[in-house]
């Protein structure tokens, strides 16, 4: 699957404004992802990525598990569908990993705090826009042509 780079504008506008919600008011308003995911499937759809598109969907839907054992919330959820639409599948398992690690830096950042965390909310979007932004940045090749 080749991103384009109306993907990657859409992306990591779509990381931009998620981290800036969710660290503001603690959601991920539904036009922000929802609007990412029929972006997702009307760019892959017009590109002949249709099976790309709805498996890196499907990818994301595994973490319904941690939402409903409330983990996650139902924003991220819905935020990393979107990815998995955008990116397709390579490319969303590369932002897991990168999420998977950013997300445990700024968990133990909010630990460093002196805060009980269990007690507090924690914007998940920031680490994720991290993850996002650099899987976009490794997703663009410069051509010399």
């Known amino acids: 699957m080749m991103i384009t780079g109306l993907s990657v504008g859409l992306v990591a506008t779509m990381a931009l404004l998620a981290a800036w919600y969710d660290g503001k008011d603690h959601i991920i308003p539904n036009g922000v992802s ?4 029929f972006c997702g499937f009307l760019l892959n759809v017009l590109d002949g990525n249709t099976m790309e598109s709805l498996t ?14 409330g983990w996650l919330g139902g ?14 599948p390579s490319r969303f398992a590369s932002l ?3 999420a998977s690690m950013f997300s445990l830096l700024w968990l133990a950042l909010a630990c460093t705090q002196h805060q009980r965390v269990e007690n507090k909310k924690i914007s998940f979007a920031i680490p994720l826009a991290a993850a996002a932004l650099l899987t976009c940045g490794q997703s663009i090749t410069i051509s010399a042509d």
Do not use: E, Q, R
């Open 75 to 88: 924003g991220d959820v819905k935020l990393m569908m979107a990815y998995g639409t955008l990116l397709g």
């Open 96 to 98: 897991c990993l990168w």
């Open 56 to 69: 890196g969907f499907l990818s994301a839907s595994i973490l319904i598990v941690p939402y409903l054992k």
């Open 34 to 37: 929802l609007g990412g995911i």
